[in-house]
T-cell receptor, first 112, second 117 residues
Framework: EAGVTQFPSHSVIEKGQTVTLRCDPI?????LYWYRRVMGKEIKFLLH????????ESGMPNNRFLAERTGGTYSTLKVQPAELEDSGVYFC??????????FGSGTRLTVV | QKEVEQNSGPLSVPEGAIASLNCTYS??????FFWYRQYSGKSPELIMS????GDKEDGRFTAQLNKASQYVSLLIRDSQPSDSATYLC?????????????????FGKGTKLSVIP
């Protein structure tokens, strides 16, 4: 069984640019989550999809962040325009129901 | 503000000893508790989940939960150098596979464990 796949693994962009992160969950997992870890801080929840619907987006920091999950398969997280404080590691995870997730390897975003 | 607190460490134990990792949480309604292991530069990996008070054992790992004290711990017996990693405690207000609502996890910052050969 393939795991949760994220790409790119690394991205360096300039402040003001746009970046799109992609996540492919484990096949058959209806639940897809985005989390972020800023350096020195704990991993923090961004949002949760159930199939193509946003179940909980209470963790999205502001309207510069847009997440989509068209067709209930892969998801994208777009940051536009990127700011310095957006730097961190963005993790995607998926699960069949509640309980423990399977995480992807993350995308390390650096905004300069 | 829901919080999960862990001692950041580093916690150093000799090979073969028992490593004890602790976690407290502030949200009294939390129902599901998880321990993740994260090697440097890698993704978190689920190693234990616990939903009821008491102990849950899986191989060399034992998770302990005390909801009255809002405390969850992870014991690693016969620690090996390969156990050296950061251990993350995570909690969720919903029970197990409740099938409803958000399964948002609140994470602690993690405890760095170093097992010395």
């Amino acid at each position: 069984e393939a795991g949760v796949t994220q790409f790119p693994s690394h991205s360096v962009i300039e402040k003001g640019q746009t970046v799109t992160l992609r996540c492919d969950p484990i096949s058959g997992h209806d639940n897809l989550y985005w989390y972020r870890r800023v350096m020195g801080k704990e991993i923090k929840f961004l949002l949760h999809f159930v199939k193509e619907s946003k179940q909980d987006e209470s963790g999205m920091p502001n309207n510069r962040f847009l997440a989509e999950r068209t067709g209930g398969t892969y998801s994208t997280l777009k940051v536009q325009p990127a700011e310095l404080e957006d730097s961190g590691v963005y993790f995607c995870a998926s699960s069949q129901a509640g309980g423990g997730y399977t995480f992807g390897s993350g995308t390390r975003l650096t905004v300069v | 503000q829901k919080e999960v607190e862990q001692n950041s460490g580093p916690l150093s134990v000799p090979e073969g000893a028992i490593a004890s990792l602790n976690c407290t949480y502030s949200d009294r309604v939390s129902q599901s508790f998880f321990w993740y292991r994260q090697y440097s530069g890698k993704s978190p990996e689920l190693i234990m989940s616990i939903y009821s008070n008491g102990d849950k054992e899986d191989g060399r790992f034992t998770a302990q939960l005390n909801k009255a004290s809002q405390y969850v711990s992870l014991l690693i017996r016969d620690s090996q150098p390969s156990d050296s990693a950061t251990y993350l405690c995570a909690v969720n207000p919903l029970g197990g596979d409740s099938g409803a609502g958000s399964y948002q996890l609140t994470f602690g910052k993690g405890t760095k464990l170093s097992v010395i050969p």
